[in-house]
């Protein structure tokens, strides 16, 4: 396990946003990305307020 691994959130198209390791970003980054975050679950936190904030829609 990699214990630098950094998070990301990422907004879809569709406006849903999704949570992404570092090495799953890809050159085809979507426009809106919020991180890095040092765990997944302050990631996961993150993306609670975004979909309260209506930033994001859940899935």
């Not at 946003?17 to 085809?28: A, F, H, Q, R, T």
């Not at 040092?38 to 936190?45: G, K, L, R």
């Amino acid at each position: 396990m990699n214990s630098t691994q950094s998070w990301y959130v990422v907004k879809l198209p569709a406006g849903n946003c999704e949570i992404v390791p570092s090495n799953k970003l890809g050159g085809d980054n979507p426009d809106i990305q919020w991180g890095p975050f040092s765990s997944q679950e302050e990631a996961i936190a993150r993306r609670v307020g975004l979909i309260r904030a209506g930033k994001c829609q859940p899935i």
